[in-house]
Nanobody
Framework: QVQVVESGGGLVQPGDSLRLSCAVSGLPFKNYAMGWFRQAPGKEREFVSGINSRGDATSTRNSVAGRFTISRDNDKNMAFLQMNTLQPEDTALYYC?????????????????WGQGTQVTVSA
């Protein structure tokens, strides 16, 4: 049984940082790309960042490039999203997904497994 569990969200002020974690079990983690998506109230789920299975290639949406960094630890079966200089528009439920292949994808349809999400709220 595959399990995907996100953690690390919270309520922060503009300019603060958070590090989201994603723990995966039940499959050969090192074989699959990982991705972070987010969904704000009233909006569709959107791609935030993806990383390939080896961890040597990443992609990040323009609006968070330079502030957010994705990484993974294949020995610990975990993925991470370091978020710096958070802004109110970053407020959303953040999801971690396990891709169906080794290459990262920006389309949510390319992910087979999802966690329940972790809430990030940025407010003064």
């Amino acid at each position: 049984q595959v399990q995907v569990v996100e953690s690390g969200g919270g309520l922060v002020q503009p300019g603060d940082s958070l590090r989201l974690s994603c723990a995966v079990s039940g499959l050969p983690f090192k074989n699959y790309a990982m991705g972070w998506f987010r969904q704000a109230p009233g909006k569709e789920r959107e791609f935030v960042s993806g990383i390939n299975s080896r961890g040597d290639a990443t992609s990040t949406r323009n609006s968070v490039a330079g502030r957010f960094t994705i990484s993974r630890d294949n020995d610990k079966n975990m993925a991470f999203l370091q978020m710096n200089t958070l802004q109110p528009e970053d407020t959303a439920l953040y999801y971690c997904g396990v891709a169906s292949s080794s290459g990262y994808l920006s389309d949510a349809d390319g992910y087979n497994y999802w966690g329940q999400g972790t809430q990030v709220t940025v407010s003064a």
